[in-house]
């Protein structure tokens, strides 16, 4: 009796499991890298953090996995041997991170293709390592913060790492505040015994993420997260993030040599329309139902490459923090933004798109409160070319980091004035590794203590910053 079951033998064990490794002579492998042959058919099932997996211990190359090895059986099961055992005949394996030129010595990642969103599928996985996590120095006056600017606090919630393209930076987006994160809600440290990957479906997956629920979507011509609070304790949040898009296409040219990534590599998504966004909040008792989160959604987009050891990926972060102030407060705001260009990297440098305005969040906001009110939120969307574990993917990358802010006055003002504000900041990130934040991988090493891996850190490369108070008057901006 094996343990677990999978979709190993079904349609969609590639879609949940990835391809299997390419026999090519233009592609050389690493010598400590340990190839399963079979590919998904390999696979007996995977744990639900995505970290152990369980393989065919009759499968050609199987007996050969030993930790400190790099395992490669599918694309989705990649990573540095942490720990074997034997079970009913089979090899059950713990992987930890791997980066890109630790699997793959010599090859050439070419790529020019639209990607069909119909044919992208959701896989979840329900213990992803720190998906979820609260600043512990959450201020305990946030109506306050808000009056101070709230809106510029969303995205240096969520630090990412990652190896770039040419140089290394030292510089990451981060709040500002010193401080730690917590664990919070259905983070679990390790997979519970007999939890598995679920199979990848066609239908979107809402994640329960404690007090707060996220659904990544596609449909004909867009791409989104919606995430919003559940209506419990006073407070209810909304927020609807999305991307329209025309032709969603990827173009990757990256040469590795010698386990180096040669200088002058590309890999950027075109395509992206405009972005949008839809923000409602509501507090029944004021300052005590506001609530703030960091979240790396455990549902990504996937699909497997044809011809190619290597899987797409589409994965989702957000932050948000509520200052909400007064009884009964509410505050909605909505607004779009037309991108002209790429995103990632071209010949080894960050590309970013032009912004211009289709809809004026300015002209949005609306709400009732007796204090300043205010809600800022970040998202991130990534796309991703490679192999991996879910929870620390590795190859080429390009990321979409936007970060909105609404104020609204109070109500008590209204007689002189009533001021609102919003910002707006808009960021990019490409390279060619792996790309987690410093949460994931914390909570990743406390999952793995024996693991040895270490990022360095990314550079996001902004293209837009703005920020508005109405009216433009001293008493609105004091």
């Known amino acids: 009796m094996h343990e677990g079951s999978g979709p190993a033998d079904t349609p969609e064990a590639a879609l949940t499991y990835g391809t299997g490794p390419v026999r090519d002579p233009s592609v050389t492998y690493q010598p400590d890298v340990v190839i399963v042959e ?39 099961a990649v990573g540095r041997v942490q720990k074997v055992r034997r079970a009913h005949g089979d090899v059950v394996a713990t992987l930890g991170p791997v980066e890109f030129t630790e699997v793959f010595r010599d090859a050439h990642l070419t790529l020019d293709q639209d990607i069909d969103d119909g044919a992208l599928h959701y896989l979840e996985i329900p213990d992803l390592p720190g998906a979820v996590t609260v600043p512990a120095d959450a201020p305990a006056n946030v109506a306050t913060e808000a009056g101070k600017g709230v809106a510029k606090d969303a995205a240096r919630d969520v630090p990412t790492t990652a190896r770039t393209i040419g140089r290394t930076s030292v510089r990451a987006a981060h709040s500002g505040r010193v401080g730690t994160v917590v664990a919070r809600g259905p983070d679990r440290l390790a997979a519970a015994a007999g939890d598995t990957l679920p199979p990848a479906r066609s239908s979107s997956v809402t994640a329960d993420l404690g007090e707060w629920k996220a659904e990544p979507y596609r449909s004909p011509g867009a791409f989104g997260l919606k995430f919003n609070h559940k209506a419990a304790g006073g407070l209810k949040v909304f927020v609807d993030f999305s991307l329209k898009t025309e032709k969603l296409h990827i173009r990757s040219d990256v040469r590795i040599s010698g386990g180096r990534v040669a200088d002058g590599a590309t890999f950027a998504v075109e395509g992206i329309k405009s972005a949008a966004i839809s923000i409602a909040a509501g507090a029944a008792n004021g300052v005590i139902d506001n609530s703030k989160i960091r979240a790396e959604v455990p549902v990504q987009m996937t699909l497997p490459i044809a011809g190619t050891p290597f899987a797409f990926s589409i994965s989702w972060k957000f932050s948000v923090a509520t200052a909400l102030g007064g009884n009964n407060t509410t505050v909605t705001a909505s607004g779009e933004w037309g991108l002209d260009g790429a995103i990632g990297m071209v010949n080894g440098a960050i590309v970013t798109p032009k912004l211009s305005v289709i809809k004026s969040i300015m002209d949005s906001i609306t709400g009732i409160s007796v204090g300043v009110s205010g809600i800022a939120t970040a998202v991130e969307f990534k796309v991703q070319f490679g192999v991996g574990v879910p929870a620390a993917f590795a190859g080429p990358y390009a990321k979409l980091v936007m970060d909105f802010g609404v104020t609204n006055g109070s109500a008590l003002g209204a007689p002189l004035t009533r001021c609102v504000g919003a910002t707006l900041d808009g960021k990019v990130g490409g390279g060619v590794g792996v790309s987690v934040s410093a949460v994931a991988m914390a909570a990743l090493k406390k999952v793995l203590p024996t693991m040895k891996f270490e990022l360095q850190q990314e550079s996001l490369t902004p293209f837009v910053h703005r920020q508005q108070t109405l009216p433009d008057v001293p008493l609105c901006k004091s």
Not at 42 to 66: E, F, P, Y
């Open 38 to 76: 079979d590919g998904p058919r390999a696979i007996r099932s995977a744990s639900s953090d995505g970290l152990t997996w369980t393989l065919d211990g009759k499968a050609r190359g199987a007996q050969d996995v030993r930790p400190g090895k790099v395992l490669y059986a599918t694309s989705r």
